[in-house]
């Protein structure tokens, strides 16, 4: 082992990002292409543009991680690179690249899971801001593992395609080195957390993504003026087989999960489209879509101007409910399976009051929790190259025949 650096690749979805970190402790950069302008005027992805558009962005994306953290391709000891989940075509520019790159280098290639990825975000974080307080202290470096969280970790990984609850185990020490250990205890039937904000935010004219919208102009309702509910989540037609299965649904089993872990976002869609019905909302709602199209560069500002009262209120009661329902089952399958600690990590962890409630409810029970600062929290490639170092330490390499797994679980 020469340097302990690590190029990660990412480009599951619509983001192209390219990162350097040292020895899965050190982000030495993080360059990420957003390609939300790109999207935004369909209101959701469209895979062959992202295709496109990482075919576009990865050579300038690798060239700046590289200048930024100041070093050359011959100074990598690995390429990681993100395999799966995501969409097909384009995972596999990012993986090609990375073939590419460790062959002529004569580098090993690392796979690593997109949601491995997002877990290993927050371990990266916590690490990163310990040895910054050493620092700040001056009590000199720690080490490798220092200032990681208590394990095992309930990990809730929450984003646009993802709502789902992890057991975290770090390697067990002279056992199987390198490979950490997720055990699946809960995840969403339906919709992911996010993807029940970006539709959510499109039928009330808003933009996309639309987590973002929806955080700043929560602030500005009564979270309590709709009291939406969650019922409990009934799996027998699931365990049938004859529940409807939508994108969320496709992967992983439920049989063996405990249904109190489980989640299902699309009840809640359902219910804010029906109350845009009975209150006679649906004209204003187009109103303030045109509105906010016409303008070229929307602000929180231009769009809150655009809501009257009784939309702040949806708005904010719908936030509310979805947290409340993250954060019950999040602590409740803490408790159940003896986690020492929760990471929430994911789009979604960007958001404010899922931060404030999390962290407020996590002091309650005397249990650390962690998030991802939020450049961290969307996908980026910093999170690729930290999970990939355990796997590099085990001599845990991807063969040239890599392909990309779009419906990859983990767990
Ligand atoms: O992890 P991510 O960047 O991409 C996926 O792997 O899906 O997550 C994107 C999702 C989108 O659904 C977006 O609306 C949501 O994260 N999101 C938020 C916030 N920021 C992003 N949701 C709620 N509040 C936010 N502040
Ligand atoms: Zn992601």
Redesign the pocket.
Known sequence: MGSGLILGIESS?DETAAAVVERGALTRSSIVASQISTHAPYGGVVPELASREHLRNVVPIMRAALTEAGCGLSDLDAVAVASGPGLAGALLVGITYAKALAFAEGIPLIAVNHLEGHIHAVLLQSRESFRQQRLTAQLGMPGEDDGALPMPALALVV???HTHLYLARPPVAGAEVGAWHYSLIGRTLDDAA??A??KVAKLLGLGY????W??HLAQFGNPKAVPFGFAQIKTKAHLEGKAPRTKGARTAPIADLDRHFLFSFSGIKTAVLRYVEVHGMRASCEARQRALMALPNPTWKDAQALCDQQTLDLIASFQHAVVGDLLRKTFAAAEAVGAASVLVT???A??RELRVRFTAEAAERGLPVAFPTLALS??NAAMIAAAAWPRFLAGDFALMSLEASPRLTLG
């Open positions: 979805c984003s646009g395609g996010g993807e904000f970006d993504p639309g987590g973002p929806i955080d994911g789009g979604v960007a958001n969307t996908d």
